[in-house]
């Protein structure tokens, strides 16, 4: 959501808060109809759609910040890709590697490590500012 967020500034610092507005309306309107079809399916099916739709409003601003701004699309996703792929493998292994017979204590070490083990991780393998 930040991510889409930010494009949705983009447009607004650049006056162009009429095509936000529209945007936004056009993507929620179909969400929304898409949501209605499918929420007696179960939670799971929900939870699924909630990704979708995240990731849906998030290449939907990715389409229009580079149609109208130049944005450059290949670019922005090969450095999400170095970033996310570490944080989602290193919170995979930290998950299943970790058994501490304390549920608190347990969720506890995960939290924290899952927190600390990406970021060294992403500063590794730093080599320019972002």
Same mark, same amino acid.
């Given at each position: 959501?930040?991510?889409?967020?930010?494009?949705?500034? *983009?447009?607004?610092?650049?006056?162009?808060?009429?095509? @936000?507005?529209? *945007?936004?309306?056009?993507?929620?309107?179909?969400?929304?109809? #898409?949501?209605?079809?499918? !929420?007696?399916?179960? /939670? !799971? +099916? +929900?939870?699924?759609?909630?990704?979708?739709?995240?990731?849906?409003?998030?290449? %939907?601003?990715? +389409?229009?910040? !580079?149609? @109208?701004?130049?944005?450059? %699309?290949?670019?922005?996703?090969?450095?999400?890709?170095? /970033?996310?792929?570490? *944080?989602?493998?290193?919170?995979?292994?930290?998950? @299943?590697?970790?058994?501490?017979?304390?549920?608190?204590?347990?969720?506890? +070490?995960?939290? *924290?490590?899952? #927190? /600390? %083990?990406?970021?060294?991780?992403?500063?590794?393998?730093?080599?320019?500012?972002?």
């Amino acid at each position: 959501m930040p991510l889409s967020n930010l494009f949705g500034n *983009i447009l607004s610092v650049e006056g162009r808060t009429d095509l @936000y507005l529209k *945007i936004r309306l056009s993507v929620k309107l179909i969400l929304g109809i #898409m949501f209605v079809l499918i !929420h007696s399916y179960g /939670i !799971h +099916v +929900v939870l699924y759609f909630i990704i979708f739709a995240t990731v849906f409003e998030w290449f %939907v601003n990715i +389409v229009i910040s !580079h149609k @109208y701004f130049k944005f450059p %699309v290949l670019k922005y996703i090969k450095r999400m890709v170095l /970033i996310m792929v570490p *944080i989602i493998i290193s919170s995979v292994l930290i998950n @299943y590697s970790i058994n501490i017979n304390s549920i608190v204590g347990g969720l506890a +070490v995960k939290l *924290i490590l899952s #927190m /600390i %083990v990406p970021a060294g991780i992403l500063f590794l393998l730093s080599k320019e500012k972002v």
